[in-house]
């Protein structure tokens, strides 16, 4: 989901892990789906990727698969 916004918004990974304070590796990370973002980092990139309520609480839903909780 995150990957689709962040194209949608014409950024590349290294400007949106910026804007997130944030590695690009952590953000490819959690693109492919690898580990899953802190409540804090999700309203960070609702913030800057303008992500509607309804497509985050479907993410938020959604089942994970061996999923890992980053810190950030």
């Known amino acids: ?21 944030i590695s690009t590796r952590q953000l490819q990370r959690i693109e492919n789906e690898e580990c899953i ?3 804090k980092l999700i309203k960070k990139f609702i913030f800057v990727l303008e ?3 309804k497509d985050i609480i479907t993410y938020m ?10 810190t950030n």
């Open 1 to 21: 989901m995150f990957k689709e916004y962040r194209l949608n918004k014409k950024l590349t990974q290294e400007k949106l892990a910026e804007l997130l304070n």
């Open 37 to 39: 973002p802190s409540l």
């Open 51 to 53: 992500i509607t309520d």
């Open 61 to 70: 839903k959604a089942p994970t698969k061996e999923k890992v909780l980053t």
